[in-house]
Structures are given as C-alpha cells and as structure tokens.
C-alpha cells in the first residue's frame, strides 16, 4: 500500500486570550495510505479542525513532520501539492466563489493555469461525477446545501485529487443534504478508489469509513475500524460523542438484560438479531 | 416596490442585443453618454430618442416594463422638466396665467435637457437589463486590461466585483433572517422618531458585520486552499467572443455621431 499522507509526532498551539499557548494538536501520529477512507471524529476543540488545516498546509506544526505525498510540506511545495489535495469546508455558503455553478467549479482550475480548451469537459466530468449536471449555470442562492457542498466536491475533483478532505462538510445540513453528500463520496470512492479523509462529529457517517481516528483534547485517543471503536461506546460517551442509534440501543438492550449478541452497526444488522433472537434460544 | 426598481436588473433573453459581447456594450454605452452631449437642436434631440427606442425595440423590451420600472426616475425627469418650465425667463411668452409664466425658451430647454437624461437613463438600463452582472464584469476586465500598465489592479477589481456580486443574495438572506430575529427578541424598527428608528438598526448592523466578517475569512481560506495567487499565470474560463454584430455596433455608433455633426445646429 503506498502512503498518501503521514503525520510524524505533530504538535501545534494556539494563543488563548490570556495570552497564554494552548495546545490544539498534541504529539499527533498516523498515516493514511492510498485508497483508504479515514474518519476522524472529536468534540468540539478536540483539534480535528486544526488538523485538517496543517494536512493542507493552512498553519505548519511546531513540532513534528507533515508529510504529502511522500514530501515534507513546506512553503515551497505548497501550492504544486494543495493542487493535488481537494478540501471541502464546513458552510456550503462561504467557499462558493463563482457566481454559478460551472464558474465556482472552474475556479481551482483557473487558478492552475489550464487551459480553456481542457476546462469546459472538466468541469462538465466533474459536475457529473456528484449528479449536479443539470445546474451548469445555477446560481448558487437557488441551490440547497446539499447541492452547494456537491458543487464543492465537484470544484474539489476537477483538480482530479489524489486525496479529498471533508472538514464537517456535512455538519450544516439538513438530514437529506447530508445523505446526498455522503452518497457521492461513497460513490466516488467506490469508483475512483479515491482517497477520503472525513473530519465529522457525526458517527453515522463514520460507519462508512475503513478506519476510525478518535481526537480528544488535541490527542490521539484511539484508532481502529468503525465496530472496533464502537466497541469503546462509554469512552466515546464520555468525551461527548453520541453514538449511532442502532448502537446505542443495542447497548442499552444489553444493559437491560436482553440476550443479544455483538455490537450492531446499522439498524439492519439490529433487526435481524432480534427477530431472530428467539430462536437461538 | 423594490421588485418593480428595474434599474441595474439583469432580465434573461435571447435579442440581438443581448447576445452582443459585453465588450461592445459597454464600449457603445461609454461612448453614447459622451455623444449624447453632442445634441443641440430638434433634429438632434428627435434622432436620439427614436434610435434609443429603436434599441428598445431590438432588444425587446416592452416599454410598458420599462416605464413602470423606471417610475421614480420619471418623477426626477418631469420634476426638471418643470422646473425648466417655470424658471427659465427667455424667448416669446407662451402662457401668461396669473403668477405663472411659461416661456418659448424654458419649455425648449426643459425637453431639450428631459430627453437627454432620459435617453441617458433608458441606454444604461438597456445595458444592464440585456447583460449578466458577471458579464459586465467580464467585459470590464477586458477593457481595462492595457490599463494594468500603469498598475491599475484591474483583475483584482473585477474579482471583487463578481464577488460582491455573488454575496448580494446570501447577505440580503442574512439581514432577513437577523431582522426576524431580532424582532421576535421585541426590537421595534418601525415606528418612533427617526432617530429612534436609526438606533434600531444599530442591532441589525452589527451582526451583520461581525457575520460577513466571518464569511470573507472563510473566503478567503477556500480561495487559498483551492490554488489562488492572485491574478498572475490564472487561465480564464470565461471566454468572450467578439464577432460580426459586434463591429456592427461600432460601425453604427460612428452612423450616429456622423448624423448628429451633420443635423447639429452648430454653435
């Protein structure tokens, strides 16, 4: 497997308001290798954010080595490999920079120099790629979120990326937006085998991922597969995370006394243990 | 009322004028403006206005859409137009009625300088009824471009146009939905002197600031992330296509100046 993205022992402060330094990201380490998708999931200033913004080269560690694409990142490498790296930012709003749909998508391209000639069946891939052909010259105060955070994802892949970054792309929207979205990705992986790395707090989306990265207080706290850090259901808890639901309630039915076995993911794998829960008896 | 205001509104169609390059466009409008100065006489003053409302008429616009969009700035053009009737004190007398007195001069004057704003009026809002904001953008950034020579940031300009553009909507949104807010929270913007009212739009102002503050950081970090540096080594996606009708234009905008110094009573 060839690695894609690595954090060696990364560590980054912010100032607080008293002036003091407060460390977001604390002694940080992994990596993330092709075709992989990673959720990393923390409370609110768990530094999941501040993460995503030194993999892009927003903000450079204090301590410790970023490396992309197997190169560390410096001021210098900076742009050649952020047009390599797609992101996805949190408010649909806020990063829809073209006045319509196509012009917003075209945006990185223009940015890279490419030529007109090789922009227009870009853009049109790319618009196909998150089902949004249709709006070539939507402007964006006519769309929903949903459908702006896809035109994003859209923007993201007309640079055919080598790694997609989602930071809380989905934590403004609304239950349908946000399963649009997730959608597409999945697709897209599925497809492309491209490389995902969902900054999230919702767990639902995390069940998709092939390995789990669990923040609290700048810390790495726990790795593994979704069932495997699922099976931590009181450590999540108590660092504020809320667990899916078919988890939680096949925690509580354990708690009750109810004879089930293993966790349950989805809501499927739940309802089939316990309509056929009699007859293992 | 406001979604009667057409001034400075883009409609969509298919018309000979508004398939022009932006570029003609906005050249023949800048020049109109100086050309319209060029008018003197009846003649000159009757040709302006029939081939105004010939270009009304290409670019299909009903003039009952136009008139009624344009009502407060009627109200502007007759308010001069009056003013010219009743001050002006040169030529024959027309109408001699108690205190009023109409002259020969004032009601030439008063139409002469009516129509010229007025044709002035209906050409700019022709231009930006026929044009995508983004177009006039576009178009804008072409022609300045030689003016980058005399490191004029005309790229940068543009993109702060298109932009500013673009979050009129989103801000429009936010200052409804700040407003409901704060009414549901008691605020009172309607009523109370008018220095009351002013104070009442100070809690309005402020998040609004402090909220569009946020999204041009925001902003900004997504332009950086996604490759922008700036107007250097950048490709253009939107492309204009400068074509016969175009030159057209041109050619029947040198027509028009050539009439008016032919017709022009000359001074």
Redesign the interface.
């Known amino acids: 497997m060839k690695e894609i993205l690595s954090l060696d022992h990364v560590s980054y402060s912010y100032e607080s308001e008293d002036g003091g330094m407060r460390r977001a990201v604390d002694d940080v380490n992994f990596t993330v290798n092709d075709g992989e998708w990673i959720a990393i999931v923390g409370h609110n200033g768990s530094g999941k954010s501040t993460l995503a913004k030194l993999m892009i080269g927003l903000l450079f560690p204090e301590e410790g080595k970023v490396k992309v694409f197997l190169e560390e990142l410096n001021e210098d490498n900076l742009w050649e490999i952020r047009s390599d790296i797609g992101i996805v930012f949190q408010n649909p709003d806020n990063q829809f920079v073209g006045s319509t749909v196509q012009d917003d998508v075209a945006f990185a391209l223009e940015n890279n120099g490419i030529p007109f000639e090789e922009m227009v069946p870009r853009v049109h891939e790319s618009l196909a790629q998150v089902n949004m052909e249709g709006f070539l010259d939507h402007e964006p105060h006519h769309l929903s979120g949903g459908q702006k955070q896809r035109v994003a994802i859209a923007g993201a892949l007309a640079m055919r990326p080598r790694l997609l970054i989602l930071d809380e792309a989905t934590s403004m929207l609304d239950p349908q937006g946000r399963d649009e979205v997730i959608q597409v990705v999945d697709e897209l992986k599925r497809k492309t085998g491209l490389t995902v790395i969902s900054i999230t707090h919702d767990l639902e989306e995390v069940l998709l991922a092939d390995r789990v990265i669990v923040m609290n207080d700048g810390k790495l706290m726990l790795t593994g597969k979704p069932e495997e850090i699922f099976a931590h259901g009181d450590k999540l808890e108590s660092i504020g995370l809320d667990l899916p639901f078919a988890a939680r309630l096949s925690r509580l039915l354990r708690q009750a006394g109810i004879g089930i076995q293993g966790e349950h993911m989805t809501e499927e794998e739940l309802v089939n243990e316990l309509w056929t829960s009699h007859f293992n008896k | 009322m406001l979604e009667k205001m057409i001034f400075g509104r883009y409609v969509p169609g298919n018309s000979f004028v508004h398939r022009l390059d932006p570029r003609s466009k906005l050249l023949f409008v800048f020049l109109f403006i100086i050309a319209v100065f060029l008018a003197d006489n009846t003649a000159t003053y009757a040709l302006l206005l029939v081939f105004t409302l010939l270009v009304i008429f290409i670019a299909r616009i009903r003039l009952y859409f136009l008139f009624n969009g344009l009502k407060p700035i009627l109200f502007l053009i007759i308010f001069t137009l009056l003013m010219h009737f009743i001050f002006t004190k040169e030529g024959a007398l027309l109408i001699d009625w108690k205190f009023l007195k109409i002259y020969e001069e004032g009601v030439r004057q008063g139409i002469y300088i009516s129509i010229r704003f007025l044709v002035l009026v209906l050409m700019t809002t022709i231009l930006t009824l026929t044009t995508s904001?983004?177009s006039i953008t576009d178009g804008m950034e072409t022609l300045l471009n030689p003016l980058k020579r005399i490191k004029l940031p005309v790229h940068e300009l543009a993109l702060m146009m298109?932009?500013s553009?673009?979050f009129i909507?989103?801000l429009m949104?936010e200052t409804d939905k700040i407003l409901k807010a704060q009414l549901a929270r008691g605020s009172d913007l309607t009523s109370g002197t008018v220095k009351e009212r002013i104070r009442a739009v100070v809690p309005l102002l402020v998040p609004l600031f402090v909220s569009a503050f946020?999204?041009a950081e925001?902003?900004a970090?997504?332009?950086?992330?996604?490759?922008?540096?700036g107007g250097e080594?950048?490709?253009?996606?939107?492309?204009l296509d400068w074509q016969l009708r175009d030159t057209l234009v041109i050619i029947l905008f040198l027509l028009l100046v050539a009439a008016l110094i032919w017709l022009r009573g000359g001074n």
């Not at chain 2, 970090?221 to 540096?229: D, F, K, L, S, T």
């Not at chain 2, 080594?233 to 492309?239: A, C, D, L, M, N």
């Open positions: 904001p983004i298109s932009i553009l673009r909507p989103t949104d946020k999204r925001d902003l970090i997504a332009m950086e992330v996604r490759g922008y540096r080594g950048r490709t253009r996606y939107r492309q």
